[in-house]
């Protein structure tokens, strides 16, 4: 069974303390993953696509890097502008449903 | 470009009640998903549609649960009757062709309370 799991469930950072977020996913046949950012009361806003082992994306303070086995959003000296909660998805064979993960809760204090 | 259009953004009935969601996807995106939103938890597919038709509703219950698309542009997504398991965010999010992989862009969603 297609599978997503993300950690930690919540992450306190200080402005400015890199860190990074994980997901790890069991899936036949990975056709993309994907990086949302939800605010509360607001639906995800995408960020990423990654297809394959080895590529990144970056933009801004995010990079997003992807292996066979799971995905890691990284976060360079982070603002309080960055706290919402991370959800990451796949997208697998010939299925076109999203499975997501629980997310990430990030809090980045001044 | 306006993005994904939902309304209400709120909705609270008593259960046995009926409601309804509406979504208007994003200019040219012929594909439209319906997701369901549980607090603390990542979206679940409900329905998938291309164009007018539905060709994944797998998921949707379809005992009290019904969609429709009409003219392949906005949709509507019915409950009736509600329970107070169906309290949650209703997500409607589209994509260009729904080739797998395109992107899925999400609208902000209807909180639906049910008492």
């Known amino acids: 069974e297609d599978q997503v799991t993300q950690s930690p469930e919540a992450l306190r950072l200080q402005e400015g303390e890199s860190s990074s977020l994980n997901c790890s996913y069991t899936?036949?046949?990975?056709?993309?993953l994907f990086w949302y950012r939800q605010d509360p009361g607001k639906g995800p806003e995408f960020l990423f696509t990654l297809y394959s082992a080895g590529e990144e994306k970056e933009k801004e303070r995010l990079k997003a890097t992807l292996t066979k086995k799971e995905s890691f959003l990284h976060i360079t000296a982070p603002k309080p502008e960055d706290s919402a909660t991370y959800l990451c998805?796949?997208?697998?064979?010939?299925?076109?449903?999203?499975?997501f993960g629980s997310g990430t809760r990030l809090l980045v204090r001044p | 470009e306006a993005g994904v259009v939902q309304s209400p953004r709120y909705k609270i009935i008593e259960k046995k009640q009926p409601v309804a969601f509406w979504c208007n996807p994003i200019s040219g995106h012929n594909t439209l998903y319906w997701y369901l939103q549980n607090l603390g938890q990542g979206p679940e597919l409900l329905i998938r549609y291309e164009n007018e038709e539905a060709v994944d509703d797998s998921q949707l219950p379809k005992d009290r649960f019904s969609a429709e698309r009409l003219k392949g542009v906005d949709s509507t997504l019915k409950i009736q009757p509600a329970e107070l398991g169906d309290s949650a965010v209703y997500l409607c999010?589209?994509?260009?062709?729904?080739?797998?992989?395109?992107?899925?862009?999400f609208g902000p969603g209807t909180r639906l309370t049910v008492l």
């Open positions: 899936v036949s046949g990975l056709r993309g």
């Open positions: 998805a796949v997208q697998a064979g010939s299925s076109y449903k999203l499975i």
């Open positions: 999010a589209s994509s260009l062709e729904g080739r797998p992989a395109d992107t899925q862009y």
